[in-house]
């Protein structure tokens, strides 16, 4: 079942500003990630982060988990166009159930250039 | 490059056909891919778990008779939608991933199903 809440579901901002994006989930993780997808086209990869860490950067990127509150956030700073896409994180568990991912609702970001 | 390779990456076909999706893993070993289902402005929905030489895993709600998988090696899983019909129309996208822990997920680009 989907257990993945994100938000917010759309988000509009201009080139430049800051973009955050927020999910909440439901159970024990052993990591949650980070994807972004264009229009009709398949997922690429963004970052990963683990449950037992609580920040994590990569270029633009930045990545939040909190734990406790079960929720993550996504940061992109000085956004540009070309950052227009879906954005869904995606809850992953250990073990047997590795890369068996849970996505969220997903946040649709457009930056206007 | 891509290392997940889906095909078709968009087909058309009349309700009451069988529709074969494939999905690749180009440069490494996949003992293991999924397949999700996205309809449009929704998101990922897991439909099923395919391991090499072995049954698939459906989720609940999926018809495991309907959405057949096979992957009969290591680098290839399939997905056949059998008498589909338009509400079967959706975005199918598969991921592979190797043996080893904590391997990194890739993703097909995607095949977009329309049911006439």
């Known amino acids: 079942s989907q257990q993945g809440e994100e938000d917010p579901q759309a988000l509009s901002i201009q080139e430049g500003e800051n973009a955050t994006m927020n999910c909440s989930y439901k159970?024990?993780?052993?990591?949650l990630q980070w994807y972004r997808q264009n229009s009709g086209r398949g997922l690429v990869h963004l970052i990963l982060?683990?449950?037992?860490?609580r920040e994590k950067h990569s270029g633009r990127l930045r990545v939040t988990l909190d734990t406790s509150k079960k929720s993550s956030s996504l940061l992109i700073t000085a956004s540009r166009a070309a950052d227009t896409a879906s954005y869904f994180c995606?809850?992953?568990?250990?073990?047997?159930?590795?890369?068996?991912?849970?996505f969220g609702q997903g946040t649709i970001l457009t930056v206007h250039p | 490059g891509a290392v997940v390779s889906q095909h078709p990456s968009w087909v058309i076909c009349k309700s009451g056909t069988s529709v074969k999706i494939e999905c690749r893993s180009l440069?490494?070993?996949?003992?293991?891919m999924f397949w999700y289902r996205q309809f449009p402005k929704q998101s990922l929905m897991l439909m099923a778990t395919?391991?090499?030489?072995?049954?698939?895993?459906?989720e609940q709600g999926v018809e495991k008779d309907k959405f057949l998988i096979n992957h009969a090696s290591l680098t290839l899983s399939t997905l056949t939608v059998t008498s589909a019909h338009p509400e079967d129309s959706s975005f199918y996208i598969c991921s592979a991933r190797r043996a080893e822990n904590n391997s990194p997920l890739h993703f097909g680009n995607g095949t977009r199903l329309t049911v006439t």
């Open positions: 440069d490494f070993q996949a003992t293991t």
């Open positions: 995606a809850t992953a568990l250990g073990g047997t159930s590795y890369g068996k991912l849970t």
């Open positions: 159970t024990s993780i052993n990591n």
């Open positions: 982060i683990r449950s037992n860490e």
């Open positions: 395919s391991n090499e030489g072995s049954k698939a895993t459906y």
